[in-house]
């Protein structure tokens, strides 16, 4: 019975998420990207994909950071095209998928006006996917206290931000706490709200909202090594859910290396390989070498879970999985077009597949 009443509302929209998802890369596409030897010849193997001729205006020579933003420009085409035909509750779903593009957006306009930078310019940097109509608002601030002001009443951010922040907490030193903060929180409402839409929902994104939350908490944790940040203040800061909640989370805010860090992570077996045995993290660069993977583990399984999640029907996780995709899909190609351009072949192949 849920099925039918998916079908009747989001149906429709499923399946074209799903087509779309069928036109994400293959293995042997990304080794065809692999082999070439110029950017021209990867802007060639790309036409042959679904991206199509989406580099045939830009003139030569193409940079990698244009091949990135036009593809990125392709995903918010999608997205706003499955937006723009939702109905509740799917509308609503897709705009808590936007909040986390949101935060980052703010943050970078606090930032730049903390450091009186032009607001205008910094616009353009903004992610599209986190763009939303009162943005220019922000603009016209000229002063932490009125961009403050102006994110409370303007914003769909302004309950994470009435609930955790004042303007006297808007500085270079609590931005990153700032960030932290409101990603906990955003976690947690998004997960509330996915609990309350119909099953299979629930189980598909409570399997990756969870995660998103550990990899939040593990880290806070790492980051916070060697900083002034109390144990107490990064116990604040992780989320209030996921599969390390609440024992693992209490062991990661009393973590004082990486070595016990890993020792927590050891609990949760899809977890055991993240951080290596040796992780004893005395040395910088060894400590480097270990965040560099830890990072790679974390893509790696996100794009796991956001498989898996196609395997169910009449469900929203598949708008949210597919997305997560193609952007995994797009630093991949920015990965290896870089590699390309900059003649970098011995790690050409450290990119992540999708499918």
């Excluded at 931000?161 to 929180?185: G, K």
């Excluded at 004893?280 to 999640?309: C, D, M, P």
Aim: hydrophobic share 35%; net charge negative.
């Amino acid at each position: 019975m849920e099925g039918l009443f998916f079908n009747t509302s989001s149906g429709y929209l499923e399946a074209i998420v799903r087509g779309y998802k069928a036109g994400l890369l293959t293995q042997g596409q990304y080794s065809n990207l692999c082999q070439c030897e110029t950017i021209e010849d990867f802007k060639m193997q790309l036409s042959a994909t679904d991206y199509g001729n989406f580099l045939a205006n830009e003139p030569p020579p193409i940079s990698t950071a244009t091949i990135s933003e036009k593809a990125t420009q392709k995903m918010v085409d999608e997205f706003n095209y499955i937006k723009s035909n939702a109905v509740e509750p799917l509308s609503k779903f897709l705009e808590y998928i936007t909040y986390a593009y949101m935060i980052d957006n703010v943050i970078l306009l606090i930032t730049g006006t903390l450091h009186e930078r032009d607001t205008h310019e910094l616009l353009e940097s903004c992610h599209p996917l986190g763009m939303f109509d009162s943005m220019p608002a922000l603009c016209v601030a000229t002063n932490v206290e009125e961009l403050y002001n102006t994110v409370l009443v303007e914003t769909p951010l302004a309950p994470y931000f009435q609930e955790c922040f004042s303007a006297t907490d808007l500085d270079d030193l609590n931005i990153e706490i700032i960030r932290s903060t409101l990603y906990s929180a955003y976690l947690s409402d998004f997960h509330s709200y996915c609990q309350t839409l119909p099953s299979p929902t629930p189980d598909v994104m409570s399997q990756i909202l969870q995660f998103e939350a550990d990899r939040r908490s593990i880290n806070i944790t790492i980051n916070s090594f060697g900083t002034g940040l109390s144990k107490e203040q990064r116990a604040n800061l992780f989320p209030d859910f996921g599969r390390l909640y609440p024992e693992g989370n209490n062991a990661l805010a009393r973590a004082e290396d990486l070595e016990q860090v890993k020792q927590v992570l050891d609990n949760i077996p899809e977890y055991r390989e993240f951080l290596s045995s040796s992780s004893g993290g005395g040395h910088e660069g060894e400590y480097s070498q270990e965040a560099e993977k830890l990072e790679t583990e974390f893509f790696k399984y996100e794009v796991h879970l956001n498989k898996l999640s196609f395997l169910q029907q009449f469900q929203y996780g598949v708008f949210y999985s597919f997305f997560k995709l193609k952007e995994q899909e797009i630093r991949s190609i920015g990965w290896i077009a870089e590699c390309i351009a900059q003649d970098a072949r011995d790690r050409i192949g450290d990119y992540i597949s999708t499918f």
